[in-house]
């Protein structure tokens, strides 16, 4: 059932979907006033298979992300699928940023986007909802990822379980989206990685969220502190009491220059000031530890994780007080 | 009455009390001959929940003192479940367990021995209770399915906890679908997450039904059901009829059994666009059209007394009040059509009267009505009003 008037192709940003390989294509045409509408979505298919082992940490991401933010957007590319939460009001100025290779995990992956420069998809769900229809992919046989439009537009993730038993038993989980037009895409991108004063190896994330958990009880303000020398330090200061924690040995990543570097006394601290709430919620998401984890300190201003997990890599950005 | 429950069965005890709190409020406790049963209903009586104990399921049982007549009682369910509160702790040290109602002491008494030679006793109050009878027959339901409590856990697993209903069916090829039922709101601009499992019929025991009927439930409700049937390892069997007409949840073994009845959604409740009005929500089906029922006033239990399994429709078969009442052999209620024995079936033949406005269906529990509580008039509904409730 169309949702929209039957003029053509527009430029106004109408969003692009997928469709099944041998149709063609079915053009939409959009609403200029309104974002919020959607287009018409014929189905297209992502297949991935087998599902359980390589889907996991995007289902672990989704967990995540479902801790930080009510909403995220996904953004699917030829190329990759990313999600994204931005820094705005409702998550607190901290935003996040995930991309996946999608050839990494699907076998079949059929996209098209609105036109050659901008081709992509833009969708709007409540993480909750990913969150909860991927943890039912942890024992897939095989899953497919459609956006579909039953009644209003839908990603439907549809699961064939491990059985025992000979028939198969397959879960559908039909996530409502929002298509997000064209015009919202700028606040989207990837951010920038700031030039940052120190760049470190972050210690075990279940260590760092024990710690940070406790402090917690302490204070909301959180003041973390890194240098060249691989030292990190946790620091809670109140009245009554200061809390430190101090990790050492972590290493610190090649730094990308070399002179900067050399300017810097390796044993000077950065230090960023921040809600110590965010960065729990951060690590309570880690359930696995990643294969690589860094955290990047601008001093006073923001502190950037970087963290890889199997081919899933994720960014987190936590501004300081301001 | 006096019973003593040990082993393990104080822990198939404990867990059956776990799964009746989730319908109700106030546990009805009655010892037959055939067994000790416990009872419970909805406040909105939707949904009723019997577990039936075996005088084998106790090292001892004895329903009443001779001579004398067994003595029922209602009790809160939170002070019942208080008894049974960690079933953990319960399996660890709790050896036996004697319940016993009657002789001097006005309460309820729960006697816990535990291990090292602990004795927790628990005096509860109770009321004094009409018996509290839903009238129902699973073999009257056309439609059953039976598979292990395991199968049916699995398979709600995708669902989120707080999800209040799902809708049964048979789709294609005789498969068994759940899916998540929304209500439709006319105002809502955040759609909800639908989700649907859908199981082989080589999972199940049994599947008597046709493709294409399906029942709306509540799966809170059913949950309860479906916790104690796993933990005991049992098989759960669904029977259900048409939409609309209630759904029989039901486990079996050697020593107990247990049957949750819940009131489906009507197909009118299913299909209709507009918000519907209260009265035909099923979920709060009123005794009669206009009131609604103060149940569950610990205080006040001549509630008890009066509930009378009726299904009321307006439908191509013309208006009619189909009271069902479970009656004492020998009372009959002016207007009624004959007496029914206690445990069974189905509706009484038609009741001339005034249809309700609306259709709706609504879920009420036989009683056994003492003769001095019979109801009044002709009129379909209960003598509930007569008792000056309300």
Known sequence: ?322 | MRCLVTGGNVKVLGKAVHSLSRIGDELYLEPLEDGLSLRTVNSSRSAYACFLFAPLFFQQYQAAAPGQEALRCKILMKSFLAVFRSLAAVERSVEKCCISLGGRSSRLVVQLHCRYGVRKTHNLSFQDCESLQAVFDPALCSNVLRAPARVLGEAVLPFPPALAEVTLGIGCGRRVILRSYQEEEADSTVKAMVTEMSIGEEDFQQLQAQEGVAITFCLREFRGLLSFAESANLSLSVHFDAPGRPAIFAVKDSLLDGHFVLATLSESDLHSPAPRSPELRRLVPPLQAHSTPHLDDFANDDIDSYMIAMETTVDSEGSRAVPSTSLSPGLRPPCSPGPYSEDNEAEASTQPGTPPPKKFRSLFFGSILAPAHSPPGPSPVLAEDSEGEG
């Open chain 1, 1 to 322: 059932m169309p949702w929209w008037g039957p003029e053509g192709p527009g430029s106004c940003g109408c969003p692009a979907w997928l469709w099944p390989p041998g149709c063609s294509p079915l053009r939409a045409s959009c609403h200029q006033a309104d974002a919020a509408v959607p287009a018409e979505l014929s189905s297209g298919t992502l297949d991935v298979l087998p599902a359980d082992s390589s889907l996991y940490p995007a289902a672990g991401v989704s967990a995540t992300i479902a801790k930080l933010a009510k909403t995220c957007t996904l953004r699917i590319s030829p190329q990759k699928l990313n999600f994204i939460v931005s820094d705005k009001a409702a998550s607190g100025g901290v935003s996040m940023w995930c991309e996946l290779e999608q050839e990494n995990f699907f076998s079949e992956f059929q996209m098209e986007g609105v036109s050659a420069e901008n081709n992509a998809i833009y969708l709007e769900l409540l993480s909750e909802n990913l969150s909860r229809a991927l943890k039912t992919a942890q024992n897939a046989r095989a899953l497919k990822i459609k956006l579909t439009n039953k009644h209003f537009p839908c990603l439907t993730v549809s699961i064939e379980l491990l059985s025992v038993s000979s028939s198969s038993r397959i879960v559908t989980h039909d996530i409502p989206v929002k298509v997000i037009p064209r015009k919202l895409w700028k606040d989207l991108q990837e951010p920038t990685v700031p030039v940052s004063d120190v760049s470190i190896y972050l210690p075990a994330l279940k260590t760092m969220k024990s710690i940070v958990e406790k402090m917690k009880n302490i204070s909301n303000h959180l003041i973390i502190e890194a240098n060249l020398s691989g030292e990190l330090n946790l620091k809670i200061e109140t009245e009554l009491v200061c809390v430190t924690t101090h990790f050492k040995d972590l290493g610190n990543p090649q730094s990308a220059s070399e002179d900067a570097s050399q300017d810097r006394d390796p044993e000077q601290m950065a230090e960023v000031h921040i809600d110590i709430r965010k960065l729990l919620q951060f690590l309570a998401g880690q359930q696995v530890n990643p294969t690589k984890a860094v955290c990047n300190i601008v001093r006073n201003k923001i502190i950037h994780f970087d963290l890889l997990h199997e081919d899933v890599s994720l960014q987190y950005f936590i501004p300081a007080f301001s």
